[in-house]
């Protein structure tokens, strides 16, 4: 079993920044990626950016220019959010994929407001 120690997010400003970091208490054998989903309140849970082990990357087209996702280490991943919109307001949740078993974090709370 993963689990995982979210960090980050808080309340926001329009056009403002905020970081958001994700730590796993283990990595799976085998391949695997780390990424970031967001639910907002009525909506489904959405992919908001990925990152292998290799470090490639994969992003919603919704944050493609404003989101940065990056890996410390095998350990950790963590989402740089610029320009935040009130659309971004959502539960950030981490999550790790090896193969067909989903590990999720605890989520964190993004909320962009003026």
């Known amino acids: 079993q993963v689990t995982f120690v979210q960090s980050g997010g808080g309340l926001v400003q329009p056009g403002g920044s905020l970081r958001l970091s994700c730590r796993a208490s283990t990595i799976p054998n085998g391949d695997f990626e780390m990424g970031w989903y967001r639910q907002a309140p009525g909506q489904q849970r959405e992919l908001v950016a990925t990152?292998?082990?290799?470090?490639?990357t994969n992003y919603a087209d919704s944050v493609k220019g404003r989101f940065i996702i990056s890996r410390d280490n095998s350990l950790s991943v963590n989402l740089l959010m610029n320009n935040l919109q009130p659309n971004d307001t959502a539960l950030y949740y981490c999550?790790?994929?090896?193969?067909?078993?989903?590990?999720w974090g605890q989520g964190t709370q993004v909320t962009v407001s003026s």
């Open positions: 990152i292998t082990t290799s470090r490639q």
């Open positions: 999550n790790m994929q090896a193969g067909s078993r989903a590990f």
